[in-house]
Every structure is written in C-alpha cells, then in structure tokens.
C-alpha cells in the first residue's frame, strides 16, 4: 500500500479523497503506473504526466468536481440529457463530462483526426496517448512563430470537416488547443465539444472557424472565408 501510495502522492494536495481513490484503481487496474508533474491546468481540469509499467509516456487529464467557474461555463455545452444530471448532480455530470471528451475523442480518432488516442477513462480522470518528446509536451500552435502554416492550416480545416462528417463539433477550437507534433496539427480538449444535433451546434462550428481564421491570418496564410467554410461543411 505505501508503495502504490507514493505512485500517486502528487495528486493529494490537489484533489479529494473520491479522486485519489479514482486516481488510485486506474493504478492498480494497469492503465498508470504513476503520476508525475502537472503538464497543464485550467478553470475545469489539470493534465498530468504518468507512466505506464513499461515507462511510455500518457497524459492524464482530472476534472476539477468543486469549481464554480467550471460549473457556470460548462452550461451551454450540455445536451438535455446531461443537463438533468448537472441540476441534480454536478460531481455526477463532470463524470458524465468526462466520458463523453473519451467517446468524442474516440470518434475522433476512427475518424482519422489528428487527436490523442483515448486510453480508458474513470469516473472525472480521462487517461490519454501524450503528445510530446522524451516527457516534454507538443508546442501549442500560438507559441510557434515560423512554420509551414499553409499546409497546417488546410489540414486543420480537413480535419473540422472530418469531424463534422463523424458526428462532432470541436466547439472551443482556437491556437490555444491545438498543438504541433511530429510536424502535424493535433487538436486538443474535447471537453466542450458536441453532437452535431445539439442546439448551439452550428454557432459552435462557425465559432471554430473563425477562431481557426483568425489565427492563421495573423500568420500570414491567405485563408478561406468563413462562411465559405462553413457551407462547404454543413452543405458539401
């Protein structure tokens, strides 16, 4: 016990005792071997490296069950279905967040979308494939001043279609959650995203590519208009 213990002694000063006990299956389930650092945080979650037995790398993504800024802006990304879970229960909703980023991320993935191989998930952990070089994390796309972006750019809008095609809207889709790795756009954090049929669906599809036009603009890549983008998608 001391040693499974020390495998993951890093999560306590954060997390409560239900997500250290999740934290703490996964580990003798097999999917983690240990934790490591924190890669990333934000208002909903935190991003930690972990290992496997055999020492290969995974990113490992804990929904925070006790924000208040994540509780008020999860709200419009809910369907009907999870938005009765949210009233009654918000622990229990983050759980069922949770799930849904590793299907949505899974439909990714078959769908041929550049996007972390989803791994297992438990209650508010999500483990995922890690992004990255020899335990350093894949660059995000804002912080690379000079690359091809052309190409990136087209194949980051190939990819919102995909998804679109597959089912899914990305839905909080900009620079910030898109990284480089091994010289191709991977998009990042599908927490937010959507089924196509959910009632802000298309507001979400136009959102991203405006954010994804905006950026590559800044660039200086002649990009596509955005409403051409968006008919093409939702009207191929």
């Known amino acids: 016990m001391e040693k499974d213990r020390e495998k993951f002694e890093t999560l306590e000063e954060v997390f409560d005792y239900s997500t250290v006990m999740t934290a703490y299956k996964l580990i003798r389930k097999g999917i983690v ?77 078959n769908a041929k979308v550049n996007v972390p191989r989803p791994i297992d998930y438990l209650n508010n952990i999500l483990v995922m494939e890690f992004l990255g070089e020899n335990g350093k994390p894949a660059p995000l796309l804002y912080t690379i001043a000079k690359f091809d972006f052309e190409a990136i750019y087209k194949k980051t809008i190939t990819f919102i279609e995909l998804l679109y095609k597959a089912g899914i809207i990305h839905a909080d889709l900009s620079e910030y959650n898109i990284v480089l790795h091994k010289q191709e756009p991977f998009f990042l954090d599908f927490g937010q995203s959507v089924k196509k049929n959910h009632p802000n669906a298309m507001n ?5 590519i405006k954010n994804v036009n905006k950026f590559f603009r800044s660039r200086g890549v002649k990009v596509i208009e955005d409403y051409e983008i968006f008919e093409k998608i939702v009207n191929p």
């Not at 419009?76 to 229990?92: G, V």
């Not at 979400?204 to 991203?208: A, G, Q, S, T």
């Open 33 to 109: 071997d240990r934790f490591n650092g924190a890669i990333s945080s934000g208002k909903e979650s935190r991003v930690y490296l972990a290992f496997t037995k055999q020492d290969e790398f995974l990113a490992v993504k804990i929904y925070l069950t006790s924000s208040a800024e994540f509780k008020r802006g999860m709200r419009i990304y809910l369907d009907e279905e999870l938005y009765r879970i949210y009233t009654k229960n918000f622990r229990q909703a983050v759980f069922e967040w949770c799930k849904r980023e590793f299907n949505h991320l899974r439909i990714a993935y």
């Open 204 to 208: 979400f599809l136009l959102r991203d």
